[in-house]
């Protein structure tokens, strides 16, 4: 795992958005993993800049994004499709055929689960997964439990989550859902190039333990250690609690 720190989450995002960029342009058709959240925004940005210059064209990407609420319609403000929509497909050229997500609406859960597992292996595996990670160290939904959770699954939220998530919700008059389908640990991990992104003070505690704490499902981004080309990007903020790996 390679942990760099830069001065702020602008910096990060030219780091991260070029190693996409590089990715794409190696390979006009490459799978991409993208996440929600704060974390990834500004990264986003920066695609869509050299999209706008076109140093970059995502037309032939496929894309897999990491979960998405369940109950809510693509049109719902706060659906995670909603959101990759204002934040970046729909600032770019990503053919909406090829833009793979979980149904928060599937009438069933399970099947929907099995399909995207199905879907990912059809398309070959993910190139470049991105990643943000939650207060308690969940990644996608994975929250803290027991065992790593293989495949896409439904899972319902821990109060943490909950508690740094329901703001969205609130902002619209709405009520935060409890459950929420996400790509499991294992379809994170059968990805072949991972990138983190954690920036502020809340995330100090959670990637404290996620490099240098024990790998354990109690702490689901630590499994990340045992991935061979991860790449951890942080701000002084999120790396203010690290010994000497800072
Ligand atoms: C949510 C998402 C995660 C995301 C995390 C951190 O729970 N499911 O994929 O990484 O929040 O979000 P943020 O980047 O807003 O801190």
């Known amino acids: 795992m390679r942990v760099i720190v830069k001065n702020d989450p602008v910096e990060i995002s030219h780091e991260a958005a070029e190693m996409i960029v590089n990715q794409i342009n190696k390979n006009h058709g490459s799978v991409i993993g993208f996440a929600t959240g704060a974390s990834p925004v500004e990264t986003y940005k920066r ?3 050299k999209y706008q210059k076109g140093e970059v064209s995502l037309k032939h990407i496929t894309t897999f994004n990491l979960d998405e ?4 319609s693509r049109d719902n403000v706060n659906s995670y499709f909603y959101f990759m929509k204002e934040n ?3 600032k770019t050229d990503v053919d909406f055929d090829r833009v793979n997500f979980l149904s928060g609406e599937a009438s069933d859960l399970e099947a929907e ?3 995207y597992y199905n879907r990912i292996k059809e398309c070959g595996g993910i190139d470049i997964q991105l990643l943000g990670i939650g207060t308690n160290g969940h990644i996608g939904f994975n929250e803290p439990g027991e065992k790593f959770m293989d495949r896409p699954f439904s899972v319902k939220l821990t109060q943490s989550t909950i508690d740094s998530n329901r703001k969205y919700f609130e902002a619209v008059g709405d009520k935060m859902p409890e459950y929420a389908l ?3 640990i ?3 991990m059968r990805s072949k190039k991972i990138i983190l992104i954690a920036t502020g003070e809340s995330k100090a505690k959670a990637v404290k333990q996620l490099v240098e704490g024990e790998v354990s499902p109690s702490c689901p ?3 990340l250690k045992i991935h061979s080309d991860v790449t951890v990007f942080l701000d002084p903020a999120a790396a203010s609690l690290l ?3 800072k």
């Open 243 to 245: 010994g000497d790996k």
């Open 221 to 223: 981004a630590t499994i």
């Open 69 to 72: 609420y369940v109950g809510l």
């Open 182 to 184: 996400t790509m499991g």
């Open 113 to 115: 689960c099995e399909r």
């Open 88 to 90: 970046l497909f729909g």
């Open 47 to 49: 695609i869509i800049e």
């Open 186 to 188: 294992g379809d994170i």
